[in-house]
């Protein structure tokens, strides 16, 4: 699998982070979707990474700098028929160390509190992230889960 910073500019990743933004509307009421859109994820304060096996893509992730030493993970995705083979972990691990050579010393996320996102919250547990109360511009939500980690 090749992970290697995404300028967004193509159809498929297009389509992926489309149906990742329709999928969370499916299952979180709007006013708790954190998910953003194609352009929103253009932003110079994000890095995006998408994930490929062969010429297929299989996931994507991104960084969202908050300030000079924390960064918020955003857009975790694996491709709905490759969930549970790795990927998740692999573009973790990918993640993390960028962040970490990119000078963050903390990396937080917001995830749902709904049952479908619990094997997202044991991924996150297992790279050693933690709960913690909201931060940036969260406020607290039922919907949501609020983890960070210390790099």
């Known amino acids: 699998m090749k992970i290697a910073v995404d300028d967004l500019s ?3 990743i297009a389509r992926f982070l489309a149906e990742h933004i329709e999928q969370m509307r499916s299952l979180t009421p709007l006013e708790s979707k954190h998910a953003l859109d194609l352009d ?3 932003k110079p304060e994000i890095t995006f990474w998408s994930a490929l096996d062969g010429d297929s893509l299989v996931g994507c992730g991104a960084i969202k700098r908050l300030d000079a030493g924390h960064a918020e993970l955003k857009s975790m995705r694996t491709r709905p028929t490759r969930q549970r083979s790795g990927i ?3 573009l973790m691990e990918h993640i993390l160390r960028e962040a970490k050579g990119m000078g963050f010393s903390r990396l937080s996320l917001e995830t749902g509190s709904a049952e479908f996102f619990l094997p997202a919250r044991r991924l996150y547990e297992k790279f050693g992230f933690q709960q913690c109360d909201p ?3 969260y406020r607290p939500d039922p919907n949501s889960t ?4 210390i790099l």
């Open 10 to 12: 193509g159809p498929e």
């Open 40 to 42: 929103s994820l253009r």
């Open 88 to 90: 998740g972990s692999q």
């Open 135 to 137: 931060f940036a511009d």
């Open 146 to 149: 609020f983890m960070t980690k």
